[in-house]
């Protein structure tokens, strides 16, 4: 089991509630989307055609939806954020802050890192991630949860808004006589299966977004959008803080009810802020046919706090780290990528390799100390990383894939800064 399946289904077994494709397979004590997914354009089509939300789980919903009028719409214009503002976030946090998804994704980081995630440590990492503001190019004041959740204004398209129950709310209100929400069809890849997959949804739609500090509508278009559909907030948080946290380094690609997905997540242009996560969805696969590029994945089993967790990992003991992709000056023979060994024995990389997205190659040799690095200066005509962003891949001498590493075009703009994965 995947760090992303076990969070989702912590997050059923607290305050989530579960996407179904038909009425009949919902049950009203858990709680139940009906999701009518449709590849054609449909303005009046509703994509959740029916929702049930028993009550001992209204309240995690009703928290996260005081926040949604505590952002101007525009990503250009600055926040002015109000003590009581500040006030609905802290409830927020206090409420999910221990909750099953939760507890989950602190377990998990704890087991990777070896460090303890209390609840009061997990406080702030939720806070830092998800509502530390940054200025980026013309955006100001901006944050995870705004994209992520919320949604913003960028010119006249939609950007982030990757939660399936601001979506619901905003499909439930009413601008003169049409929806503010209009659907344009199925998106993405793959769309025949997707269709047959209720947890989530890939969709191009108009949005007659609210600007709170005009106090007017503003039509917006969102080309290709994804989200979850019947997670919590606090699951969509859950999987959006493991996927970003490093340290933690949870997978690109995981399975959630036998469904594989990409975890799409990018950064802020210095690294130090989630820009947007959210799910690209790839294929059915069968439940137990998990892992990418030929490896197993991390296999997590979290019991409930205090008891003795265990896990078993396949063969990711040395991780890429960090990599150098647009030093200063010219690139050939100065960028450089950072491998760690996380294990406490020594471990020899002879043999191995380094793949771009090209397939170029570099050959390794040596051996990396326990809990120690080996910086590896990539030479001309080898391995060749890409400013328009890529692939760093590192494969044992028996072919076999260790570990994966994807970044950006926005990620090597400050030339001489190091990415760190």
Known sequence: MTIYQKIWDEDQSGNGI????????????????VVNEQPVRDQKLKLFTEIVIPDHKLHSYQLCKKLFNNYTLSQSKPERQTPDEDAEIHALLE???ESRPMIAARDFLTQQTRETYTATRWYKVLLDVWFTQFTQSSGKDLSAFEHVVVGEQSSSKVSGYHFWYKYHLDDSFKLLDNDDIQY???????????MLVPE????????????????????LYKKIGGFFNGCSIEGLMALGTVRFLGAGRAPKEGVVNGSLYNFKMFRSQNGKHMRTFYPEFIKIKDSQDVGTGGTEPVEIIITTPGATNTRETGDDQIKIISALVNPEGHDEGLEKVLLFNVTPVPLSVEGWKLLDKNKNSLQLSGTIEAGDTLSIKLPGNTVQLSNKGG??????????????????KEQVKRQGWSIIF
């Not at 344009?184 to 997707?194: C, H, I, R, V, Y």
């Not at 692939?391 to 950006?408: E, Q």
């Open 18 to 33: 579960k996407p179904v494709l038909n009425v009949s397979e919902g049950d009203p004590q858990h709680g139940f989307v």
């Open 95 to 97: 409420h999910i802050v």
């Open 184 to 194: 344009l069809g199925l998106k993405g890849k793959n769309e025949a299966e997707n």
């Open 200 to 219: 989530v949804s890939t969709i191009s739609f108009k949005w007659e977004a609210f600007d709170y500090e005009k106090n007017i509508y503003r039509p």
């Open 391 to 408: 692939v760093i891949k590192l494969i044992d001498a028996a072919g076999k894939l260790i570990d994966s590493v994807t970044y950006s």
